[in-house]
């Protein structure tokens, strides 16, 4: 059983909240993701974060915004959601990176109305 | 850029049968590639990984993968398909920076 948990599992907002999506793991890795699932399945990486105090963006462009304050915590913010921004979001944390394997939260289902 | 590339959408199979996914992939250096599956309302598990040594790479859950550089390919592939198998599966590339980039994922369904 994965230890990195996410919440909400589902999530239905209206236009212009202020959401924070919950993403924390309990295995003291320092290499967290969040990815971005289209309803048509493709992922795409929109924030990582190396460490505490380490944050990046992804290839995809996102409105969003993460921050790592404490290295069990990954919170993804949208401070204006948008129906746009409705979609499934995944987190995932790595001891190493990509090449020793990820393990990935069971996702968010946003839907903003 | 690295990329990886799946060609269908959707993969239709009888129970029993043998299964195949398949992946190419497009980089520049040596590719590091894996396989991730992903059931209902779940996240993705790791299934195998290919970084260096031989070809043949073999994973959970009684899968394997093929690695084929001459054709840029990273097949997964069952010898007998079970209807548990059913899922969405992902291809994915190391990217640079130690970061994971994946396909746009092909739905497996197996037919009892």
């Known amino acids: 059983e994965a230890d990195i948990y996410q919440t909400p599992r589902y999530l239905v907002i209206g236009t212009g909240k202020k959401i924070t999506l919950e993403c924390s793991q309990t295995m003291g890795h320092d290499k967290m993701y969040w990815y971005q699932q289209d309803p048509g399945m493709e992922l795409h990486l929109i924030h990582y974060?190396?460490?505490?105090?380490?944050?990046e963006k992804g290839d995809l462009s996102s409105e969003s915004t993460v921050s790592r304050i404490r290295t069990e915590h990954f919170p993804l913010t949208l401070e204006s959601a948008r129906p746009s921004h409705t979609s499934q979001y995944l987190c995932a944390s790595s001891e190493k990176g990509a090449f020793y394997g990820y393990t990935f939260g069971s996702g968010t289902r946003l839907t903003v109305v | 850029a690295q990329s990886v590339a799946q060609p269908e959408d959707q993969v239709n199979v009888a129970e029993g049968n043998p299964l195949t996914v398949k992946c190419t992939y497009s980089v520049s250096g040596n590719p590091y590639l894996f396989w991730y599956v992903q059931y209902p309302n779940r996240g993705l598990q790791f299934l195998l990984k290919?970084?260096?040594?031989?070809?043949l790479v073999k994973g959970s859950y009684g899968f394997e993968a093929e690695f084929n550089k001459s054709q840029t390919s990273f097949h997964l592939k069952k010898p007998s398909a079970l209807v548990s198998d059913s899922a969405l599966y992902f291809c994915?590339?190391?990217?640079?920076?130690?970061?994971?980039?994946f396909g746009t994922g092909t739905r497996l369904t197996v037919i009892p």
């Open positions: 290919y970084i260096t040594g031989d070809n």
């Open positions: 994915a590339v190391e990217g640079g920076a130690n970061n994971l980039f």
């Open positions: 974060s190396y460490g505490v105090n380490s944050t």
